[in-house]
Nanobody, 127 residues
Framework: QVQLQESGPGLVKPSQTLSLTCTVS??????????WSWIRQPPGKGLEWMGA???????YYSPSLKSRTSISRDTSKNQFTLQLSSVTPEDTAAYYC???????????????????WGQGTQVTVSS
């Protein structure tokens, strides 16, 4: 089974770039039909999808964060990374990486998929 682990600094200063790494085991980030996402949850708020990188290397971003977000991967290390530039205290959140394994399309149920989540890592933006 796919396992994911977030890593990176827990404290970032305003205006700096937040950088997190997701290390994947139990599966390759290049395996067909897997999508690798970053999701965050500010204190007291809901989950916010930030963006994803597909098995092909294609990237997708939330419109609200696109200008500041970059997702990349290192296939030799089986890792993908998040960079969020120009951070402010409003970027303080728990950050999660997630895998989406698409399986098949059911004509009645729609797309079938499995999800695998990291445990999350807390990032605080403060001077």
């Amino acid at each position: 089974q796919v396992q994911l682990q977030e890593s990176g600094p827990g404290l970032v200063k305003p205006s700096q770039t937040l950088s997190l790494t997701c290390t994947v085991s139990g599966g390759s980030i290049t395996t067909n039909y897997y999508y690798w996402s970053w999701i965050r949850q500010p204190p007291g708020k809901g989950l916010e999808w930030m963006g994803a990188i597909a098995y092909s290397g294609s990237t997708y971003y939330s419109p609200s964060l696109k200008s500041r977000t970059s997702i990349s991967r290192d296939t030799s290390k089986n890792q993908f990374t998040l960079q969020l530039s120009s951070v402010t205290p409003e970027d303080t959140a728990a950050y999660y990486c997630k895998a989406l394994e698409t399986l098949y399309y059911d004509m009645h149920l729609g797309e079938q998929a499995n999800e695998y989540w990291g445990q999350g890592t807390q990032v605080t933006v403060s001077s």
